[in-house]
């Protein structure tokens, strides 16, 4: 969103500038490595699969995710064209460059929202964390799509409180598995996290125009509200099983 501010002349550039920068960071990653001792990796057996899936609280900890999910990658899909209608409604001049703008506030806080989830899991707990962020993005989800006329500060508030708790326990419920896995199943058990997260999310984002044609912006913002309603509801069963006490330090 801010490339295209920034080279606002051809989209083709755009797409460059942002590839770019996911190959800088790629090359990043080579001079990173990875902290403590990890273990080696065992060959792949197909029956891990069914093996981890029967882990129940690392199965709630995937329900979270799969939760968080569902809202993070639509609202953050289509966030942007919202904006760009409420500021045409309002008349204001170049709304495409308000939107842009607004919506790169609104996807970069979440850097903060991720830096203060991760601060406060350590010290009270992933679940406690999960939950509460998942509370707040879920109502954010359900009202801003009323606010559309709303005064901007009103508008633009809410949808940075949603932008910081949309993301904020993203990175916790890749810690809870890591932590509730089995050492030896640790890297197929995040791989099948991540791979039916973001298949559940390619779902949610080719949903959301199809409800805001017959619902409104309400309907298709209020439809990714399941997913945290859904997610803190695993998170709390998670949080009372006693396998709990071993995520963060006992914390859980």
């Not at 990653?29 to 029956?47: C, E, I, M, T």
């Not at 005064?151 to 419920?173: E, K, M, R, T, Y």
């Not at 099948?192 to 309907?219: E, R, Y």
């Amino acid at each position: 969103h801010l490339f295209s501010v920034a080279v606002p002349l051809d989209w083709r550039l755009v797409i460059v500038a942002a590839s770019v920068s996911a190959y800088v960071a790629g090359i990043a990653v080579l001079f990173v490595q990875l902290g403590g001792a990890p273990g080696k990796s065992p060959r792949f057996d197909p029956r891990m699969v069914g093996q981890i899936w029967a882990n129940k609280p690392l199965r709630h900890a995937c329900y979270g995710y799969f939760g968080h999910m569902w809202e993070l990658y639509a609202m953050w899909g289509w966030i942007g064209l919202f904006l760009y209608g409420s500021f045409s409604d309002r008349l204001i001049e170049s709304p495409g460059v308000w939107s842009a703008l607004s919506t790169f506030a609104i996807v970069g806080v979440g850097a903060f929202g991720s830096l203060a989830g991760g601060y406060f899991a350590d010290r009270i707990g992933r679940t406690t964390v999960t939950i509460a962020a998942m509370v707040v993005s879920g109502a954010c989800a359900l009202v801003v799509g009323t606010f559309g006329g709303a005064p901007f500060a009103i508008l633009l508030a809410i949808c940075i409180i949603w932008g910081i708790s949309v993301v904020a326990d993203s990175a916790q419920f890749s810690s809870c598995v890591i932590e509730l896995a089995d050492p030896h199943q640790v890297g197929t058990a995040l791989t099948l996290q991540n791979a039916i997260g973001f298949l559940i999310a390619l779902v949610s984002i080719h949903l959301v125009p199809v409800v805001a044609d017959h619902f409104g912006w309400w309907g298709a913002f209020a439809m990714l509200s399941i997913g945290p309603v859904l997610g803190t509801i695993a998170m709390v069963r998670l949080r009372l099983m006693p396998e709990a006490i071993r995520l963060a330090g006992g914390k859980r």
